[in-house]
C-alpha cells in the first residue's frame, strides 16, 4: 500500500503545529512532515513536540541541513527521538540550500562530500557502533553513543535531486526523499540512479523507500493558488506537477507517484493554504481511502 502524508509547511508559525498534529493523529494520517527551512522552525525541537502531543502518527523531518549540524549532535537528537517515540520518528538529512548556508557561514566546497561523509557516520553512530574518523568534514575520534536506537538502528533518509546526490542515497542512506519538483517522469529517473548507487555500493537486497512530494490544493481557488505557487518555483513548464482539485484527483496523482517508483506521496500545500487543519482532514478522510 502507498503510504500517504501531509506537511506542516514552516511558513506556519510554530505554535499552530499542535492542532495540526493532533489533528493528523486523530483523524488517522499515516505521516506528518516537518521541514527545517532556514530561517523558520528548527527540525528536531518541532519533531518532539509532535510526538509528545500525539500518539500514532509518524513524524518525519525533511530536511536536516548538515552544514549546520554536528553529526555528533544529529546522532544525539535523532537517536532520543527514536527512544523516546520508538518507530514514530523518520529523519532525513541533505545538504541544504546553498545560498542559505553561506549566509550563516556553513557552505562548503563539495556538498555531497560532506553528505557523504555525514551519512556513513551518523547510520554508525545510530547502529551502535564507535567511530573513528577523519574526512574532509566530518571528523570524530572515538565516539560512540551512550544511547543508541534499540533494535539495532533506525533508518536515515536522504533528500536528492541532481544524478551524483541520488546516486549517493543509494550507496550511503536508508531511503530517499524528492521534492515537489519531482514529476512521475522524474521518480522513474531517480529509482534508476538510486538503484545505480545501490548496486554500487553492493546495497541491492532490502528495502530502499521513496519519499515524494506532491503540491496540492483543494477548493475553490485550489488551481490558481497550484499554478502560482509552480509560477513562483520557476517549474509552470513541467508537466505533471501539483494537482489541484477534489480527492479523486488528488488520489490519482498519487497514484501516478507510486507506479513510477514512489513508497510514500506526502501532500504538500501550498504556501497560502488557507485552512492547514482542514487540508490534513482532507488528506486523512477523504484522499486516503482512495489511495490503494
Not at 544525539?76 to 527521538?81: D, I, R, T
Not at 549566509?103 to 561523509?117: I, K, N
Not at 535531486?161 to 529517473?189: M, Q, Y
Request: proline share 6%; net charge negative; aromatic share 4%.
Amino acid at each position: 500500500m502507498t503510504g500517504l502524508g501531509a506537511v506542516f509547511r514552516p511558513q506556519l508559525a510554530p505554535e499552530r503545529l499542535r492542532s495540526v498534529a493532533q489533528l493528523a493523529d486523530e483523524a488517522g494520517l499515516e505521516e506528518l512532515w516537518l521541514w527545517e527551512d532556514c530561517f523558520r522552525e528548527g527540525g528536531i525541537s518541532t519533531a518532539a513536540a509532535a510526538l509528545a502531543w500525539t500518539e500514532r502518527v509518524r513524524i518525519g523531518v525533511g530536511l536536516l541541513p548538515v552544514p549546520l549540524r554536528n553529526v555528533a549532535i544529529t546522532a544525539m537528537e535523532v537517536a532520543s527521538l527514536h527512544r523516546m517515540f520508538p518507530g514514530r520518528a523518520i529523519v532525513g538529512v541533505g545538504h541544504g540550500v546553498q545560498d542559505w548556508m553561506g549566509q550563516v557561514g556553513a557552505r562548503v566546497e563539495s556538498p555531497v562530500t560532506l553528505l557523504r561523509e555525514h551519512l556513513v557516520a551518523l547510520r554508525a553512530l545510530l547502529g551502535g557502533e564507535r567511530v573513528t574518523t577523519d574526512g574532509r568534514y566530518v571528523r570524530l575520534d572515538d565516539v560512540a553513543l551512550d544511547w543508541p536506537p534499540e533494535g539495532g538502528g533506525a533508518g536515515v533518509l536522504a533528500g536528492a535531486t541532481g544524478p551524483r546526490s541520488l546516486r549517493l542515497t543509494g550507496e550511503a542512506a536508508d531511503g530517499t526523499i524528492l521534492t515537489a519538483s519531482t514529476n512521475p517522469e522524474g521518480v522513474r529517473k531517480a529509482r534508476q540512479l538510486i538503484e545505480e548507487g545501490r548496486e554500487a555500493a553492493g546495497r541491492e537486497a532490502g528495502p530502499h523507500p521513496v519519499v515524494v512530494y506532491l503540491l496540492a490544493a483543494t477548493g475553490a481557488d485550489a488551481a490558481e493558488r497550484v499554478r502560482a505557487e509552480l509560477v513562483a518555483e520557476g517549474l509552470e513548464s513541467v508537466p505533471d506537477l501539483g494537482v489541484a482539485g477534489d480527492a479523486g484527483a488528488v488520489a490519482k496523482a498519487v497514484e501516478r507517484l507510486a507506479e513510477a517508483g514512489a513508497d510514500t506521496v506526502v501532500l504538500q500545500p501550498t504556501g497560502d493554504e488557507p485552512d492547514p487543519e482542514g487540508f490534513v482532514r482532507f488528506a486523512a478522510e477523504e484522499v486516503r481511502p482512495l489511495v490503494p
